[in-house]
């Protein structure tokens, strides 16, 4: 076990505001299958509220799965028929540091980096 913290932030860069009630699923991967750890949504801010990995927290590949579809199509924003559904973020933890995954998000395209 390692000490650390995963968080996420999403933002809506069609609105240019943070993406509120998206929902997201944490996976931790085994090879070629991942294993469901955390369901969550996004809150006003566009962040989870509590971290998505803290006491769980190791060392491994994990992906986050973003439901921008889904949340574009509540909002009303975008395509009949989406270009983007689920969008998978997987990266790996390797320290025992905080880790933070955000999301820059619209109808059409997205980016991710390594935040702090």
Known sequence: M???ALTTHVLDTMQGKP????RLELHYVHGDHTHHLVDSYTNEDGRVDQPL???EFQHGEYEIRFHVGQYFERIGAGPETPFLDVVPIRFTISEDRHYHVPLLVSP???STYRGS
Request: charged share 15%; aromatic share 16%.
């Open 108 to 110: 059409f395209a997205y």
């Open 53 to 55: 990995l803290s006491d």
């Open 19 to 22: 993406a509120r009630g998206m």
């Open 2 to 4: 390692a000490g650390g």
